[in-house]
């Protein structure tokens, strides 16, 4: 059984990559009937930013923690141990001043651990703990910034680089950016990237399909 793990990541609650996220788990659906798919809403609940109290519960492992760092690693095994289970994730990913939004930078804060989801070779530096899987990031934009392509980078693109090399970072390489530009240009523009969107998540359910 195959396991799809949906991140959405935008305060709005109509928010555009909601749509997305959920016309791509529709159509992975058809083609998993038995499948199964978690979603995680981190822009409604997003999770703590970080402060001295949590660095210490997330990276340092204190014999004693107090009930907030407890939840703290509770909640960021939790997030961790998702992604392991998941065989596709899916991160609904507005860009916000260029970049990701407060929520999903918060969310690497709490799932990019040092003996978790990656380590430290003294000779050759750091490594990816997860097992390689496809990452699709639905990147919606007000304005238009291209597609991602790392051959031919937006130099106001700051989200499709920073989400391939972190992601890349704890060992999922294959990151793949399904861009809907033009989200705030007005009711034709914005129709134009959505269809190159919806276009873009069925040739990425048919590639995962073959
Ligand atoms: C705080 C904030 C910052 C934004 N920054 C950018 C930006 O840097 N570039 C851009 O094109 N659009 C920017 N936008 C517009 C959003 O990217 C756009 O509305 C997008 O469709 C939001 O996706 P969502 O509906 O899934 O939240 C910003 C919106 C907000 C609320």
Same mark, same amino acid.
């Given at each position: 059984?195959?396991?799809?793990?949906? @991140?959405?990541?935008?305060?709005?609650?109509?928010?555009?990559?909601?749509? @997305?996220?959920?016309?791509?788990?529709? /159509?992975?659906?058809?083609?998993?009937?038995?499948?199964?798919?978690? !979603?995680?809403?981190?822009?409604?609940?997003? $999770?703590? !930013?970080?402060?001295?109290?949590?660095?210490?519960? @997330?990276?340092?492992?204190?014999?004693?923690?107090? $009930?907030?760092?407890?939840?703290? *690693? /509770?909640?960021?095994?939790?997030?961790?141990?998702?992604?392991? #289970?998941?065989?596709?994730? +899916?991160? &609904?990913?507005?860009?916000?001043?260029?970049? +990701?939004?407060?929520?999903?930078?918060?969310?690497?804060? !709490?799932?990019?651990?040092? &003996?978790?989801?990656?380590?430290?070779?003294? #000779?050759?530096?750091?490594? &990816?703990?997860?097992?390689?899987? $496809?990452?699709? +990031?639905?990147?919606?934009?007000?304005?238009?910034?291209?597609?991602?392509?790392? %051959?031919?980078?937006?130099?106001?693109?700051?989200?499709?680089?920073? @989400? *391939?090399?972190?992601? &890349?970072?704890?060992?999922?390489?294959? +990151? *793949?950016?399904?861009? /809907?530009?033009?989200? %705030?240009?007005?009711?034709?523009?914005? /129709?134009?990237?959505?269809?190159?969107?919806?276009?873009?998540?069925?040739?990425?359910?048919?590639?995962?399909?073959?």
């Amino acid at each position: 059984m195959s396991t799809l793990l949906i @991140l959405d990541t935008s305060p709005r609650g109509d928010a555009v990559s909601r749509q @997305l996220t959920d016309q791509f788990m529709q /159509a992975w659906n058809q083609q998993n009937p038995d499948g199964r798919v978690i !979603h995680r809403d981190i822009g409604t609940t997003p $999770p703590a !930013h970080l402060d001295d109290e949590l660095i210490e519960a @997330l990276r340092k492992q204190p014999e004693t923690l107090t $009930p907030r760092q407890k939840a703290a *690693r /509770a909640a960021s095994d939790a997030m961790i141990q998702e992604m392991q #289970e998941a065989d596709v994730i +899916v991160v &609904g990913a507005p860009m916000h001043n260029f970049t +990701v939004t407060g929520a999903l930078r918060t969310w690497i804060d !709490h799932i990019a651990r040092p &003996g978790a989801t990656f380590g430290y070779d003294p #000779e050759t530096g750091p490594y &990816g703990l997860l097992d390689d899987k $496809p990452v699709y +990031v639905i990147s919606t934009r007000g304005g238009k910034y291209g597609y991602g392509d790392p %051959d031919d980078p937006h130099p106001a693109d700051f989200q499709s680089g920073y @989400l *391939r090399h972190v992601f &890349g970072f704890i060992g999922l390489k294959d +990151v *793949r950016i399904i861009a /809907a530009n033009g989200m %705030d240009m007005g009711p034709d523009p914005r /129709a134009e990237g959505l269809a190159e969107a919806g276009t873009a998540i069925k040739e990425a359910i048919s590639k995962l399909a073959a």
